[in-house]
DNA sequence: GTGTCTTTTTGATCCAGGTCAATTCGAGTC
DNA sequence: GACTCGAATTGACCTGGATCAAAAAGACAC
């Protein structure tokens, strides 16, 4: 593969994504506690500050890299929000995850040397770019950015297999309150509220990821509002019990 | 069947699980073209001869590891077949996979260093077992090694992803035909019939992998059988139109 | 072989969630 | 403000797959 800040270079230039050097590195960057460098030394993070060098931004419904794009660099959410998205051939899609900020795109990328789904911004967004061949060489130097990388994929692992179960074994009212549940733990991981967000995602998007139709969302909406586990006003959300949501998504049929 | 091994035999009265001395090595495994050693150059994988130094043999119904049990190991199955099984906590299981030879199982420890899934076998199996901190220190000296790894991981994430799109957004009758195009093309990787084998998992255990109930597998095989896309007798299946199959996988609603 | 236990098949019935359709809401834009 | 167009809500109805039930077929231990 060529040398990759040529390649990134060269995308600067196509219309839609920019490239902006990248102003805050790893190691001075809000996100540190959550994104790649987690658990790394002082110094292992300002060797990463070298790594990741770029940032994407991405506008709203536009891509960052989508299905059969040759795989060069991971992704790593600086702001905003993406789905990650299969086509299944004939128009048929499937949301496979939700990644905001500190979370890592592009990891399917690695096997086949191409993406194998798309990323798409669900507002407009920025991610850093990782390049991939760099990783490599940095983690070959680094222990712990070598075991850190490798903990960070089984993890994309073990979350994959979440949503098997979701969407395997759970009634719609359990894969709805399981979602939001997950969605307030990760906005309180961030220092959001746990209680109260924005949702940057369609009904039809939470159907998706659910295997739910967006009526059934809507109607699992209504329901939750009317039995006071939540309010929600359109992508507005507030959490009124938690725990009551969290039974809601562990119970069986 | 994959080779049988002869120095199995006398261990074969202990209780469950044993551990023997590997006799196979990587380099004349004839599953190396499958396995970890794929890609490698000759000496590579002789140096996973030193890596991959033990094989476990796991009784039909039996664990290779359990959820929660410390992550130490990989394990490449040598023989035989697994399923990954995650429990949604109230008896309530999902199926997330089925390994057969060459496939690679316990990715998902690595995150959080224990297992986070069950890895039973569904007939008598082997699995060569690889240490984790020695395939770790292996792959920061072995280039291609490090790569391949990577490669196995994000593979990995792939497949998930396309469970997640059978899951998510197919009928039954689209499931069961994907399932069994995947199993055809995989028995035929591995050099068996990809028109005729035997399958090792029950009716429920691939509803379990689909989001389906054993008795809809069991009706959707009856109905395969009547339209002459397969013959169907116990777990003993011939698929007569993998062309009709693929069709009916692909097909939108 | 015989008996026991698990798996599979098949039928009858039911209901959760899908489908179709009609408003209503809300974020942009001019 | 008024207009537009996608997103969300809600109702009425339908259906694919679940559930319940019972019998048949294997698999395995003794």
Redesign the interface.
């Known amino acids: 593969m060529a040398n990759p800040s040529q390649s990134i270079e060269a995308e600067a230039s196509r219309p839609i994504i920019n490239l902006v050097a990248l102003k805050t590195v790893c190691s001075s960057c809000n996100l540190r506690e959550l994104c790649l460098p987690v658990g790394l030394s002082r110094e292992e993070i300002e060797s990463l500050d070298e790594l990741v060098y770029a940032r994407k931004t991405v506008r709203r419904g536009d891509s960052l890299f989508r299905a059969g794009d040759a795989f060069r660099s991971l992704y790593a959410v600086r702001s905003g929000c993406f789905k990650t998205r ?1 086509s ?7 949301v ?1 995850g939700f990644q905001m900020a500190g979370e890592m795109l592009g ?6 040397d191409r993406h ?2 798309d990323a798409v911004a669900l507002e407009d967004s920025e991610a850093c770019v990782i390049p991939y061949a760099k990783l ?1 060489e940095f ?2 130097r680094f ?1 712990s950015l ?2 850190h990388f ?9 979350r ?6 979701l ?4 009634r719609a009212e359990e894969k709805l309150a399981a979602f939001l549940v997950d969605l307030s733990q990760r906005f309180a991981a961030r220092g959001f509220s746990p209680a109260e967000f924005v949702l940057r995602m369609t009904r039809g998007e939470i159907g ?4 739910l139709k967006l009526e059934t969302v809507s109607r699992l909406f209504s329901r939750f509002h009317a039995n006071g586990l939540i309010v929600a006003r359109g992508k507005r959300v507030r959490i009124l019990d938690l725990v009551g949501l969290r039974q809601l998504a ?4």
Chains 1, 2 share one sequence.
């Open positions: 299969l299944g051939g004939d128009g048929r899609d499937q496979t990891l399917d990328g690695i096997g086949a194998a789904c490599e983690s070959r222990e070598h075991r490798h903990k960070v994929m089984s993890r994309e692992i073990v994959e297999h979440g949503v098997m179960l969407l395997g074994s759970m998706s990821l659910l295997g562990g119970r069986s049929s």
